[in-house]
Structures are given as C-alpha cells and as structure tokens.
C-alpha cells in the first residue's frame, strides 16, 4: 500500500500542531487527504490552523485529549503524531520542576497516549505513532540537559513500541531532525545559535522526511541525512565522540563569558 492510500482518509492527531513541525504535519496529512484533528496548548493557534486546513481543533494537554480527538474523527485514530514537546534548557543543577515538566511532556505524553490508543489499534491489526524526537535522543544537546535525557527517553520508547508490537500491525516512526526554523529554535538561544542554525531547516522539509520514511517503512526518520554519520561515529568511538562535544562546550562557554 503506497503512502497516499495509507493517508487518504486516514483519521490523524497532531499534537503540538499551533505553529512549527506540527502545524506542517497537519498541514501535509490534509493536503494528502487525512481527516486531520489540530492539538495544541495554544487554543487559538489551533483552531487557526485547523481552519486552514479544514481540520478539527482539540486544544489541550496533549496527554489528556485522546478520547475527545477520536471522538471528533468518527471514533478511530489510525495515525497519532506526538510532536509537543519542551526544549527544557539546564545544566546538572536544573530544578525538579524542569525535570519534571520535560519528563511529563517530552516522555510520559507518549506514554498516555498510546496507553488510550494501543487496545484498539492492536485488535484491528493496523495503528501508526511518530515521535517527535529530535536529534538530541541520538545525540544530545549541549545546554540542556533535561531535554537530552527526556528525548533519549522518547527514542527509547519508540524503540521499544516498534520491537514490541510491530508483527502486530504497529508502525512507529522516530523523527530526529537537528535545527528546524521554529519558535523552539529561537528559544535555545546561543546554544542553539552555535550548534544548529547553521545547517536549520524549514518545518515543511521534516514532513516530507516522515513522508518517506512511511513509504519506505523505515523507523528512523532523518531529516538531517549528516546525523547517521554522527550517530555511528558516537558508537564507534564514544571517547573521540565525548571529547569532541566537549570541546563545543567550551567554545559555548567562551561565547557566554
């Protein structure tokens, strides 16, 4: 079955869909011909991408809004796209409260949400999750440590979804892009700045990676094609891997000093 087939009246919940990589997705689906539900914290930022497009606006916590998005696609979803998320910035001495926060978001949305969606996908044989994760849970990110960790969970879990219930009709796809020209992008800052803007791209070209990767089946979803490279010089030699990073800490430093 080809990607248009897959998509073309799908019932699809993009979260985190006000502006950025979801509002592309959304977009994208839509234009393919998904019924498409528009879910973010922002509730006008929602329902105007949602009138953009023709789509239905759910905003809310993410974690909370499963059953009122099935509800508005006719009672099933066949493709959830976990895309909000907190970029979360902090050092070793980064408070509870950011950890939390970015656990809560970041992880344990994912968690909720499949946890409502699993039962019904694994008993028709057929269900989709994409994972906004970003490069940072193959990598990291320097500066933020809560949002490392919590992607690296995100990818975990991901992984762990795809290995589990795959023979099951259960497609999960992880996407990992470096900068993409969003608000979280502005908001790193000069961490941000020094290791991301230079190679950034726009929202539209992470669709188009996930667009791919469904129809080529692929798990991992790259938009930055370099980060493969990255991640196998990482496991190869992760002491190389290690000090290079440091030293982009410290030139991060020196900038900041």
């Known amino acids: ?68 998005a099935r509800e508005a696609l006719g009672g099933t979803v066949d493709i959830y796209c976990a895309n909000a998320g907190v970029g979360s910035p902090g050092d070793a001495l980064a408070g509870e409260e950011v950890w939390s926060s970015a656990w809560d978001v ?19 044989g057929a269900g989709r999750f994409v994972s906004t994760v970003s490069a940072a ?30 023979h099951r009709g259960l497609r999960v796809h992880a996407v990992c892009p470096q900068g993409v020209r969003t608000d979280m992008l502005t908001a790193s800052g000069s ?20 667009f791919t990767a469904m129809a080529e089946d692929r798990f991992l979803v790259l938009p930055h094609p370099e980060v493969a490279g990255f991640s196998r010089a990482r496991a190869d030699d992760p002491d190389r891997w290690l000090a290079t990073m440091n030293r982009v800490q410290r030139k991060w430093e020196a900038t900041e000093g």
């Open 1 to 68: 079955m080809s990607t248009v087939d897959t998509v073309r009246d799908a019932g699809v919940v993009v979260t985190g869909a006000g502006g950025g990589i979801g509002a592309a997705l959304a977009r994208r689906f839509a234009a393919e011909g998904a019924r498409v539900v528009v879910n973010d914290l922002d509730a006008e930022k929602a329902a105007a991408v949602a009138a953009e497009i023709g789509a239905r606006a759910v905003p809310g916590d993410a974690s909370l809004i499963v059953a009122e």
């Open 191 to 210: 961490a941000g700045e020094l290791v991301l803007a230079a190679t950034a791209i726009e929202p539209e070209e992470v669709a188009d990676a996930l």
């Open 106 to 124: 970041n992880v344990m949305a994912h968690v909720r949400a499949v946890r409502a969606l699993l039962p019904d996908w694994l008993e028709r």
């Open 137 to 166: 849970g193959l990598l990291t990110m320097i500066g933020a440590a809560p949002y490392s960790v919590t992607k690296h969970g995100a990818l975990a879990y991901a992984e762990w979804l795809s290995l589990t219930y795959r």
